[in-house]
Nanobody, 120 residues
Framework: QVQLVESGGGLVQPGGSLRLSCIAS????????MGWYRQAPGKVRELVAG???????NYADSVKGRFTISRDNAKNTVYLQMNSLKPEDTAVYYC??????????????WGRGTQVTVSS
């Protein structure tokens, strides 16, 4: 059974920084990609940043230049460094793993989310 566990969320003032981590556990052979999504109250879940197995990255326009996604393949961990945070970044942030190959087959997985609140 694959599990994704996020950490690093919290309360930060505007202009501050946070670093989110997501660790994937289980009998994992490979991933196609991992990413971070967020969902604010009353809004749909949106992609924040993604990183493919080859290392290419993509970002939502709203976070370009402020957020950086990275990955440690040896640790099955993906990070999201968030700088210059704004109140509109407030949301629950979810980790996603796509095309995860395990002995049972290939599936996508989600973490339970971590709350990020940007407020003075």
């Amino acid at each position: 059974q694959v599990q994704l566990v996020e950490s690093g969320g919290g309360l930060v003032q505007p202009g501050g920084s946070l670093r989110l981590s997501c660790i994937a556990s289980g009998m994992i052979f490979s991933f196609n990609g991992m990413g971070w999504y967020r969902q604010a109250p009353g809004k749909v879940r949106e992609l924040v940043a993604g990183i493919r197995s080859g290392g290419s990255r993509n970002y939502a326009d709203s976070v370009k230049g402020r957020f950086t996604i990275s990955r440690d393949n040896a640790k099955n961990t993906v990070y999201l460094q968030m700088n210059s945070l704004k109140p509109e970044d407030t949301a629950v942030y979810y980790c996603n793993a796509r095309g995860v190959a395990t002995p049972e087959g290939t599936n996508d997985y989600w973490g339970r989310g971590t709350q990020v609140t940007v407020s003075s």
